[in-house]
């Protein structure tokens, strides 16, 4: 079982918290380049299987993606948990995801809090944008992938904490209905 998402990293400042009692001026790029991970992150031992590019996700690239997953798929039966993004309900994309044999689970519309990989998303954006200069849309793309590689040995630790399984429920809810 994976949580299925992309992460569209874009070069420009993110900044943290910042007071000062005189101005401070802070060297910041902008730009409007996109980093783009199509990522997968495996619901219990955390295994993360990306594609990464600069232009767009698309049918083509969650094809190419896909195709990972085909090694997997001849072992046991593999299952992704997936947003409703419009480019994963395309002919082309359920067609190859029917032939290997790769069940996909929709979730519902606007519940990102349901998909464990929008935590990881988080973590990346804290660790690799939130109040760091790069000083060309290279060097931000290799800390962003640097960071993705060292999921399973320097960040593991954070990571296994904050990729749990637990998700908020509510019992004994009212409905309210109009």
Same mark, same amino acid.
């Given at each position: 079982?994976?949580?299925?998402?992309?992460? #569209?990293?874009?070069?420009?400042?993110? &900044?943290?918290? %910042?007071?000062?009692?005189?101005? /401070? $001026? +802070? !060297? *910041?790029? @902008?730009?409007?380049?996109?980093?783009?991970?199509?990522?997968?992150?495996q619901a219990v031992?955390?295994?993360l299987v990306t594609?990464?590019?600069?232009?767009?996700?698309?049918?083509?690239?969650?094809?190419?993606?896909?195709?990972?997953?085909?090694?997997?798929?001849?072992?046991?039966?593999?299952?992704?948990?997936?947003?409703?993004?419009?480019?994963? #309900?395309?002919?082309?994309?359920?067609? &190859?995801?029917? %032939?290997?044999?790769?069940?996909? /689970? $929709? +979730? !519902? *519309?606007? @519940?990102?809090?349901?998909?464990?990989?929008?935590?990881?998303?988080?973590?990346?954006?804290?660790?690799?944008?939130?109040?760091?200069?790069?000083?060309?849309?290279?060097?931000?793309?290799?800390?962003?992938?640097?960071?993705?590689?060292?999921?399973?040995?320097?960040?593991?630790?954070?990571?296994?904490?904050?990729?749990?399984?637990?998700?908020?429920?509510?019992?004994?809810?009212?409905?309210?209905?109009?």
């Open positions: 079982m994976f949580y299925v998402d992309a992460a #569209h990293f874009v070069f420009n400042p993110l &900044l943290g918290y %910042l007071w000062s009692f005189v101005r /401070l $001026f +802070l !060297p *910041a790029e @902008s730009g409007r380049q996109r980093f783009n991970v199509l990522g997968a992150l031992s955390h295994e594609v990464v590019n600069d232009t767009y996700i698309n049918a083509e690239s969650v094809c190419e993606w896909l195709w990972c997953f085909a090694p997997l798929a001849l072992e046991k039966p593999v299952t992704l948990i997936l947003d409703n993004a419009r480019y994963q #309900h395309g002919a082309l994309v359920q067609e &190859l995801a029917d %032939l290997l044999q790769i069940e996909w /689970l $929709f +979730l !519902p *519309a606007y @519940s990102p809090n349901l998909n464990l990989i929008e935590r990881l998303w988080k973590f990346v954006k804290k660790q690799c944008l939130y109040s760091h200069y790069y000083p060309d849309f290279e060097a931000m793309k290799a800390a962003i992938m640097q960071c993705l590689s060292q999921t399973d040995t320097v960040h593991k630790e954070q990571l296994d904490s904050l990729l749990t399984l637990r998700f908020q429920t509510f019992k004994n809810i009212a409905s309210i209905t109009v």
